[in-house]
């Protein structure tokens, strides 16, 4: 065995040229299908004048023809009506291949994202979320990072109408109710400006759409009046006035209440709804306690009284959209928010929320209703990626179900997809120092063919630390695993990591974090990463506690850089937040959304150095790595160091790279991914989640005989042995990727240095 390792007896280590270092991406026939240059057609929605959505002095009634005419102005799927009209026989909608989701092209389009959310950027005074968004410094920043993408987030008008007036958003604005901008946001035009600037940078745009459900708006208020096409746009169902002693009263100053579990079995039992389904999603004893709520009797526009039952899987200002309704409205209503944003707006990615649910079903028997992993939330989410592919865009889903799940909609569906998989599994590791459970879920997603290429691997967006395991804890609960050297079930391995990282990071361990409901913990990175250090007070913060906050943010960043896949992170994550005390936002957690704490404002250019609260309100966070502009003139900083990271990222072409194993470690602490890139060449990724240097012996029958090189230093480490592996050295809260130079077999006699 000929080992060689970088130490004083040994050669002087070569370097590696930039032609050597550089992966040269192409996209050829041979790997993929042949795509032309991004061609689109152009679609403008119609936009009512500005006197006709003032509320004119008459009842807002079903009966008022006028009410009705207002109503149908405002709503998705007119606009989807017009803009659809416009494309329909264009030549350029035959322009793009769609038939197969493309992760490898999506993410060379766009490799590193900002996540922005729109209610916690700080701008300039007099300057709008998508003019910050826009700004050529902005963008000037994030290209001395490495960032190229910028997913807005939901910035389109949302929440409901309540006669003439609009309602605010019961969730984040993801209760959209037109495709109109929301003016707290910006305008359609400032929208079209950051895409054009961002194409200035080589940089993509990527908007939101909701395939699942909308807020109460026009068209959900249509719906109610049965006119129209518009009650097919939902999960409604009408029940007769013969039947409606089986339902509640609607209290004074209400339009609906949901259902509790008996009336909804009394419903379900007379024939009129499904009834119970998989889970209640934001379940809250005596709020949510079913996925159904009734409407208040209500006059349609014929002067019929009705009352209604309809489906929402989250909130009640959520109605679901109806997939497979006769007259197809849903879908039409989705599909032209959709060619909105991408031929009007001109973004050129989506982000598909929620897109697990756009199928429900009666059980056969009396087990509750089918409604995860439904045949008909594939069926539709390859349309929407399919549409989206055709007039020259991508798609990421946001898919909380099993690695199953994952795997089979991604396969004709989406392009890419969020990374339920790795993201729990990855805090699970920094707070226990252990990576046996990481490496057990990328195992899994492995032996299910899930190509770590397609996910969208993410540090804090504006949901909770998602912890619910869907896979390991409903459809894999009865399988057996082994960690820590026991065997436990799926069940029983999800209820283990769970409840330690409730004890971790919650309670009296870290008080600032708050768990959410039964779907995770409500958190920041950083605070993740205070709690994971012992650190109970965020006032007490010391120098030193921020160097080891920075140094273990960067790890994470690494985790999810160093691998296959887009690599994702938020404007908390680039300025270091932590999170808000409670009674900063006291009147939005007061039904017990906690995630409120975690969207604290945030300025990443110093817009507004004195300003306490965002333009929609949302009080200032603590930022322990303070505005960009201040980072990026400091060597030692985050985002100085994140941006030599991304460097070595691109230099090593590992994002579009496919993971082939996910080797034993040496060390508890150590993870090391062996990845086959485009070139065919061998990359391996070695992080250390503990706070102490670690050295080991690293093999894999994946890693081939050659010399190993440090993408960081540009220099040869070590060589691979006769058994695969190599000894490796990695700094605390360390990572790097290596490279494998194969050497060709000697001739015959000659003898291998």
């Excluded at 590696?16 to 679609?43: G, I, N, V, W, Y």
Aim: charged fraction near 25%; hydrophobic fraction near 40%.
């Amino acid at each position: 065995m000929v080992q060689v390792t970088n130490t004083p007896d040994a050669p002087q280590p070569e370097e590696l040229s930039e032609e050597d270092l550089t992966t040269e991406l192409t996209f050829d026939q041979q790997r993929f299908a042949a795509r032309p240059a991004k061609l689109r057609p152009r679609a403008r929605r119609a936009r009512a004048s500005a006197d006709r959505l003032l509320a004119p002095p008459f009842a807002a009634d079903g009966r008022n023809r006028a009410y009705v005419e207002w109503l149908e102005e405002q709503s998705m799927l007119a606009d989807s009506s017009k803009l659809s009209r416009q494309l329909a026989g264009h030549h350029l909608m035959w322009a793009n291949a769609f038939a197969s989701p493309d992760p490898r092209a999506a993410v060379g389009q766009a490799s590193v994202w900002y996540t922005a959310y729109p209610l916690s950027l700080m701008t300039a005074r007099k300057q709008s979320f998508l003019g910050a968004l826009g700004d050529e410094e902005l963008w000037k920043a994030f290209a001395r990072i490495g960032i190229d993408a910028v997913h807005t987030g939901p910035v389109k008008l949302a929440g409901g109408i309540s006669g003439w007036e609009h309602t605010p958003s019961v969730d984040g604005h993801f209760d959209r109710i037109s495709m109109g901008i929301d003016p707290l946001f910006g305008t359609e035009e400032e929208f079209r400006t950051m895409c054009e600037n961002a194409a200035a940078h080589e940089g993509t745009v990527i908007d939101d759409i909701v395939p699942g459900h909308t807020g109460k708006g026009a068209d959900f208020r249509l719906a109610e009046l049965n006119y129209g096409d518009y009650p097919g746009i939902y999960h409604m169902v009408e029940i007769p006035e013969d039947a409606w002693h089986l339902l509640p009263d609607v209290p004074e100053g209400r339009d609906a209440v949901n259902l509790d579990p008996a009336t909804e079995q009394a419903l379900a039992e007379a024939g009129y709804i499904i009834g119970e389904l998989q889970r209640v999603i934001f379940y809250e004893p005596g709020v949510k306690e079913t996925n159904w709520s009734v409407t208040a009797p209500i006059h349609d526009h014929r002067g019929v009284l009705r009352r209604w039952v309809y489906l929402h899987y989250f909130k009640e200002g959520q109605p679901s959209i109806n997939w497979l309704d006769p007259t197809f409205a849903g879908m039409r209503l989705v599909m032209g928010d959709a060619l909105h944003s991408l031929l009007d707006l001109g973004s050129g990615g989506l982000r598909l929320d929620a897109n697990g649910f756009l199928g429900v079903e009666k059980s056969v028997d009396l087990s509750p209703a089918w409604s995860e992993g439904h045949p008909l939330s594939q069926a539709a989410n390859q349309l929407i990626g399919s549409m989206v592919r055709k007039v020259g865009g991508f798609t990421f889903q946001e898919l909380n179900l099993s690695i199953d799940d994952l795997h089979d909609t991604g396969r004709v569906g989406p392009d890419l997809s969020y990374d339920f998989i790795t993201r729990p599994a990855y805090h699970f590791a920094l707070a226990t120092r252990d990576t046996e459970f990481l490496r057990l879920t990328l195992r899994e997603a492995m032996r299910l063919g899930v190509d770590q290429a397609s996910l969208v691997h993410a540090l804090q967006n504006h949901d909770e630390l998602t912890y619910e395991l869907v896979h390991f804890s409903s459809r894999h609960r009865d399988d057996v695993y082994e960690l820590g050297g026991r065997e436990m079930t799926g069940a029983e391995l999800a209820e283990y990591v769970r409840q330690t990282m409730r004890e971790t990071l919650t309670g009296e361990a870290a008080p600032y974090n708050r768990v959410f409901t039964t779907n995770g913990i409500a958190c920041t990175t950083a605070s993740v990463i205070t709690a994971s250090l012992g650190i109970t007070d965020l006032e007490q913060i010391s120098d030193e506690d921020r160097r080891r906050v920075r140094d273990a943010h960067l790890l994470l960043a690494m985790v999810n850089a160093y691998q296959p896949g887009v690599f994702a992170l938020s404007g908390w994550d680039l300025v270091g937040s932590l999170p808000l005390e409670a009674s900063e936002v006291h009147q939005l957690i007061k039904d017990g959304d906690t995630r409120w704490i975690e969207r604290g404002a945030y300025d990443l250019m110093d817009s507004a150095p004195d300003a306490t609260k965002s333009a929609a309100g949302m009080p200032k966070a603590r930022a322990l790595h303070g505005p960009l502009p201040e980072q990026l003139e400091d060597a030692d900083s985050f985002a100085r160091r994140l941006a030599r990271i991304l460097r070595i990222r691109k230099r090593s072409g590992v994002a579009t790279a496919a993971l082939v194993d996910v080797p034993d470690v040496p060390h508890r602490s150590l993870l090391v991914l062996v990845n086959r890139l485009l070139d065919d060449r061998t990359a391996i990724t070695v992080l250390n989640f503990s706070e102490e240097k670690v050295s080991g012996y690293v093999r894999s029958d994946e890693i081939p005989a050659g010399r190993v090189y440090d993408l960081g230093s540009r220099r040869r480490i070590a060589d691979v042995d006769d058994l695969g592996g190599f000894s490796v050295s990695v700094a605390p809260f360390g990572g790097m990727v290596l490279v494998v130079r194969e050497v060709p077999a000697p001739a015959d006699g000659a003898e291998s240095r």
